[in-house]
């Protein structure tokens, strides 16, 4: 009982009478349409994909969260998303606090979102039942690979050239030459802008 009694106390729910405002980063991620066409749809750090404005909360948790009764039965969705002793909710952190390095050589967005429902703290960080995409967004180009990173300090660093889908998502691609990233960033925010109703910037 006592380790439970901690992890209640380490992740208080947000007392709030309306939205909490908090920052995300996503992965932007190639989405084929059924006419052949690709579109962009932001996910999280893991792949799941916000295909709409507002994402509700699922608990899909599947390791053995908690024995109910004997061997081989578990709990695995909560009445009542996110709880304290899990790990689902939405991940958001507040204004003020870092957000995850995404991976080098992948675009991704950042920017505000407005939690609602269950709301829990811990520390700097929010796991909520309901997130909606409030904006602004700003979409980055990311870091280079590692292995081009001692040549940033140089007279002439490698700079983002152009946006590739490989394997599914999409990476940068880096070095010296004619630059066509800059290009895909403007119609990149413009599609994610129309997509989730909300102003996008190229960073
Ligand atoms: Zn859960």
Do not use: N
């Not at 106390?9 to 920052?23: F, K, Y």
């Not at 994402?55 to 390791?63: F, N, Q, R, S, V």
Request: proline share 10%.
């Amino acid at each position: 009982m006592g380790a439970r009694v901690a992890t209640a106390l380490d992740a208080p729910e947000v007392a709030s009478g309306g939205p909490v405002v908090a920052r995300r980063c996503w992965l932007v991620a190639p989405e084929e349409h059924r006419d052949g066409t690709v579109g962009l749809v932001l996910t999280g750090m893991l792949g799941f994909p916000w295909r709409e404005p507002t994402l509700d909360a699922k608990c899909l948790e599947t390791e053995p969260a908690r024995h109910l009764g004997g061997p081989g039965e578990m709990e695995r969705h909560h009445r009542v998303v996110p709880d304290p002793d899990c790990t689902c909710g939405i991940r958001a952190a507040d204004p003020t606090a870092d957000l995850p390095r995404p991976p080098r050589g992948r675009p991704f967005a950042t920017g505000f979102v407005a939690l609602t429902g269950r709301v829990l703290r811990h520390g700097g960080l929010l796991r909520a039942q309901r997130a909606s995409i409030v904006g602004p967004l700003t979409l980055h180009l990311g870091r280079p690979p590692l292995a081009l990173a001692p040549f940033l300090r140089t007279a002439r660093p490698p700079r983002p050239l152009r946006v590739a889908v490989d394997a599914g998502s999409l990476r940068v691609r880096w070095g010296w030459g004619a630059d066509r990233a800059a290009d895909w960033l403007h119609r990149a925010a413009a599609s994610l802008a129309a997509r989730y109703h909300v102003e996008v910037l190229a960073s």
